[in-house]
Antibody, heavy 119, light 107 residues
Framework: QLQLQESGPGLVKPSETLSLTCTVSGGSISSSSYYWGWIRQPPGKGLEWIGSIYYSGSTYYNPSLKSRVTISVDTSKNQFSLKLSSVTAADTAVYYC???????????WGQGTTVTVSS | EIVLTQSPGTLSLSPGERATLSCRASQSVSSSYLAWYQQKPGQAPRLLIYGASSRATGIPDRFSGSGSGTDFTLTISRLEPEDFAVYYCQQYGSSLTFGPGTKVDIK
């Protein structure tokens, strides 16, 4: 059974870079036709897609965050990562990683990790 | 960017009642690439419906999705106690966006 687990610092200072990793277990991140993505949810608010990386390595980003986001994959570790630069308090949220099959919805999610931006 | 609007914002119903949730897109969603998710407090979202009308694995048949183009509907035929939650629609035909959510609470 495929599982995803987010990891990374829970506290990041303003203007710094937020870095998170999603570890995939029970399956290969190199499996064809899957997108691996990041989604966030500010406290008490809705879901916001940050971006995704396709199994081939192609990346897709939310236009509103594109200038600050980098998503990459490390197939040797079966992980994919998120970097969000120049963070502000508005980036405080629960960050989720998730898998989406081409043509389908996000069917496997991590449990989420809370990131607070504060000095 | 395709903007999704969900209505109503909150739906107050009793167990056993039928719930009808609406999701409207600012432009046509290609290939009916529209999904619905359920989220309970403190939990990650759960995929219910993809491709506008296909139930995800393990989802009870009281959940059904319909629609095409710009208008989509999630129907819960008879609400069970565990169905009271927030529901989000998502389009993935052009980039990817989520709707603001509909909260289904107990009347």
């Amino acid at each position: 059974q495929l599982q995803l687990q987010e990891s990374g610092p829970g506290l990041v200072k303003p203007s710094e870079t937020l870095s998170l990793t999603c570890t995939v277990s029970g399956g290969s991140i190199s499996s064809s036709s899957y997108y691996w993505g990041w989604i966030r949810q500010p406290p008490g608010k809705g879901l916001e897609w940050i971006g995704s990386i396709y199994y081939s390595g192609s990346t897709y980003y939310n236009p509103s965050l594109k200038s600050r986001v980098t998503i990459s994959v490390d197939t040797s570790k079966n992980q994919f990562s998120l970097k969000l630069s120049s963070v502000t308090a508005a980036d405080t949220a629960v960050y989720y990683c998730a898998r989406r099959e081409g043509g389908g919805g996000m069917d496997v999610w991590g449990q989420g990790t809370t990131v607070t931006v504060s000095s | 960017e395709i903007v999704l609007t969900q209505s109503p914002g909150t739906l107050s119903l009793s167990p056993g009642e039928r719930a009808t949730l609406s999701c409207r897109a600012s432009q046509s969603v290609s290939s009916s690439y529209l999904a619905w998710y359920q989220q309970k407090p403190g939990q990650a979202p759960r995929l219910l419906i993809y491709g506008a009308s296909s139930r995800a694995t393990g989802i009870p048949d009281r959940f059904s999705g319909s629609g095409s183009g710009t208008d989509f509907t999630l129907t819960i035929s008879r609400l069970e106690p565990e169905d009271f939650a927030v529901y989000y629609c998502q389009q993935y035909g052009s980039s990817l966006t989520f709707g603001p959510g509909t909260k289904v609470d107990i009347k």
